[in-house]
């Protein structure tokens, strides 16, 4: 028995020795010091450059991220067998990438991405640095297609421009490559915090704000707290990323992964907290949630909660109707010859216009809708007819009550105008980028010579088959964005009543009976008559039998 | 004569279960969504605890209606239904005596033990069986019931819910239509009451 208790002893002493030995820790945890690498000790003109030398140690770095999404920008969807990933696919911010490259592959995980042409085979135009800075300095400038800074970038009040938040400076790759590391919040965040051309236009759930959220904002990612990386849930492997808004997983049933059972990354709630997250209970209601309601559904009452505004509606069919004018009526022209842009904002100074892109509406603390989901998303592609008179839904997310894998998830849901064929009644890609050409839309304000330009790339790309007609509408359209990141503090999720009534957050869904939502309504009216008819009688019989009481007194 | 008609168990029965009903009948509307007061989660975790307590009193309840052949009370009845209808219907306000008086073999008039056979054979079972179909619902897959719908299972026990308020009502009403006007809710607290011949 003592021994026994000595052997405890130890063996607690001994884990908290190795604990306290990580925590003293006085050098790097990593077992390279990239500053020592001599072939890291020179000057680097361009990025491609940089991973040449990478590759030359990390031989299979390339080959990895060549199948990754990040780099193919493709998705094969097993269920609906749809070619998906932003290389094909529309959607209800600048429309698609078709003709726009250099714009939108400013966030490729690659470098010179600028025309249909690229080549995806080139290892050295692999983008090691954008995912492994640890110095903040490295920007992918907004339209070189994915190539950073190479020379500072001065505005005309003679201050760097800024990008995304950040002074576009020239990059010091040398320094950058010699202090490489893990990713993090801010270097995942450079592309994903600022999708859709500006700081939490897209998603909702991923800003800024995240960059160094505190506990209220996300409990797991709270930089004062847990500190989790992107990575930390979003699991690698070769260079393979967990978690995936195409095909996600509306509920995960392998429960807690530990080696030995870990399936496809921790990207999942279960992956952690397992089946039953809550404490014990005695009726287990909290629990039974689990089967039919995602974590996220109660635990993110409301997403863009960092102050950082998300575009919640956006109208192209407003663009290039007000124009910046001068007193006379003409149109204002830039440096180049090329009108230049009317911005509107509201209070907030949130964007309401541009003449460029059209009405905004943009949000903050904004209250999730909430749909059936299993995890499976249908795109409306470029080349899949349209019912103009119907809003079309660019992605629908697929899911019921009456299935096992469909629980109920919180979602964005972003709606406006697009572009759309109304002789081949499909939706169109649109030239937007291009500050050079006669065809751009956010230069020269023609809808025509966009809508030619845009749909021809999207032809000649395999991703519509019929060129743009010449006529053109705005269909309404919507999208969903599964909410899945800030995670409030467990004192701010859902009490019951938020869903458990009439007018609740779950009035709209239908196709199952709700406690303290649903009634069957004659019922009710016939109860409670019953309940009143009685209480009448029995008044009434007491009153009389008061009454000639008293009388007969 | 004085005698001791309710034993202690039965009023302790009595007692417990009209104060677990009263309370599983203001948080089950509450949680149908007929009002706020606690509070849902408030309302569905009481409601429980509420609903256990009385399975359990009803468990003893049975065992004892069983044992001491108090089951008895319950067999319904003609012999001087009529007359009781009359009563409550005329005689009652015109002061003549009750036709039926109460004795240790025979407790409850005929009405009554038509309305406690009803409340015991009908209402309860129905709320009963809704009730722990209710509470059980996430196992149903694996009670291979996954037929049911929690709709109708709903239906059942609103609908029970329902004739038990009706019941409660008439009951308390009628609890004061002795003489005087208290002396049942007396007789069911102290357990004694004027039987004939005794």
């Keep these: 028995m003592r021994k026994q208790w000595l052997l405890l002893v130890c063996l607690i002493w001994a884990g908290t020795g190795i604990a306290q030995a990580i925590e003293n820790l006085t050098v790097s945890a990593s077992t390279a010091d ?28 390339a080959q990895q991220i060549h199948q990754s999404i990040h780099w193919t920008w493709e998705y094969k ?100 490559a010699q202090q490489v590391g893990k990713t993090s919040r801010a270097t995942c965040g450079s592309c994903h915090f600022f999708g859709g051309g500006g700081d939490g236009v897209k998603h909702g759930d ?75 209970q005695f009726n287990g209601k909290l629990n039974q949630h689990v089967e039919k309601i995602a974590c996220q559904t109660c635990h993110i009452p409301a997403f863009a909660r960092g ?3 998300t575009t919640t509606f956006w109208d192209w069919s407003k663009a290039t109707t007000k124009m910046n004018r ?61 019912n103009p008179e119907e809003r079309v839904s660019v992605n629908k997310i697929r899911g019921s009550y009456n299935d096992e894998i469909s629980r109920i998830w ?38 025509v010579k966009a809508l030619e330009v845009g749909q021809a790339d999207a032809v000649a790309t395999g991703a519509a088959t019929e060129l743009f007609s010449g006529e053109y509408g705005f269909v309404k359209n919507e999208m969903y964005w599964p909410i899945t990141h800030m995670v409030a503090p467990k004192e701010e999720a859902l009490a019951c009543h938020e ?41 009434g019989h007491g009153g009389l039998r008061m009454l000639l009481a008293w009388r007969g007194k | 004569m004085k005698t001791m008609i309710y034993k202690r168990f039965e009023r302790f029965w009595h007692w417990s279960q009209a104060l677990l009903i009263i309370l599983l009948l203001i948080t089950g509307f509450e949680i149908h969504g007929s009002f706020v007061l606690l509070g849902f989660e408030a309302a569905v975790n009481s409601h429980v605890v509420f609903a256990v307590a009385l399975i359990a009193l009803w468990v003893f309840a049975i065992f004892w209606h069983a044992t001491t052949g108090e089951w008895r009370h319950y067999i319904p009845t003609t012999e001087k239904l009529a007359a009781m209808v009359r009563y409550y219907a005329f005689g009652i306000f015109k002061q003549e005596p009750n036709p039926y008086k109460k004795s240790l073999s025979a407790k409850h008039n005929p009405l009554q033990r038509l309305a406690y056979l009803a409340f015991k054979l009908a209402i309860s079972p129905a709320i009963w069986l809704s009730g722990m179909l209710y509470l059980s619902y996430p196992y149903w897959s694996t009670l291979g019931l996954e037929g049911l719908s929690l709709g109708a299972v709903a239906f059942m026990h609103t609908a029970a819910a329902f004739a038990m308020l009706v019941f409660l009502i008439a009951h308390v009403y009628l609890a004061f239509t002795g003489k005087p006007f208290y002396a049942y809710v007396k007789a069911m607290i102290t357990g004694y009451e004027d039987t004939k011949g005794g």
């Design chain 1, 326 to 386: 001068d007193e006379e009526g003409n149109l204002r022209l830039n440096a180049q010859g090329k009108p230049q842009i009317l911005f509107e904002y509201d209070d907030n100074g949130w964007l309401t216009y541009a003449s460029h892109k059209g009405d905004f509406k943009h949000e903050v603390d904004v209250q999730p809708e909430y749909y059936w989901f299993d995890g499976t998303v249908e795109y409306t592609l470029l080349d899949d007819e349209i």
């Design chain 1, 307 to 309: 102050g950082v505004p």
């Design chain 1, 206 to 280: 991923l800003d800024s704000s995240l960059i160094a959220p505190d506990r209220a904002l996300d409990v797991h990612m709270d930089a004062e707290g847990l500190n989790f990386s992107c990575a930390t849930c979003h699991t690698t492997d070769a260079h393979q990323t967990a978690g995936s808004r195409y095909a996600a997983q509306a509920k995960d049933t392998h429960g807690i992964d530990v080696p030995g059972s870990s399936h496809g990354g921790r990207a999942s709630c279960e992956s952690c907290h397992g089946h039953t997250p809550h404490p014990f």
């Design chain 1, 77 to 176: 969807h097993f269920t609906t067998g749809q070619t998906l990933g932003k290389k094909h696919v529309p959607n209800v911010f600048c429309g698609s990438l078709k003709s726009n490259y250099p714009r939108c592959t400013s966030c490729h995980i690659g470098y010179g991405w600028e025309d249909k042409n690229f080549d995806f085979n080139q290892e050295q135009n692999v983008d090691c640095l954008v995912c492994h800075d640890t110095t903040g300095t490295y920007l992918k400038t907004e339209a070189d297609a994915g190539h950073p800074a190479y020379d500072d970038i001065i505005d005309a009040l003679g201050a760097h421009k800024i990008e995304n938040l950040r002074p576009v400076k020239k990059v010091n790759l040398t320094q950058v």
């Design chain 1, 34 to 61: 990239h500053s020592k690498f001599e072939v890291l000790q020179q000057p680097f003109a361009t990025g491609p450059e940089v991973t040449a030398v990478c590759l030359g140690c990390h031989t299979e770095a």
């Design chain 1, 410 to 447: 919180p979602f964005k849901r972003m709606v406006g105008a697009q572009p759309y064929d109304k002789i081949t009644r499909r939706l169109l890609a649109t030239n937007v980028y291009g500050p050079n050409t006669d065809s751009a839309l956010w230069s020269n304000f023609d809808w």
């Design chain 1, 499 to 539: 869903c458990h009534s009439s007018n609740g957050r779950l009035q709209h869904l239908s196709g199952f009976y709700l406690p303290g939502r649903d009634t069957t309504p004659w019922l009710d009216k016939f109860g409670w008559l019953a309940v009143l008819a009685t209480l009448l009688s029995v008044a």
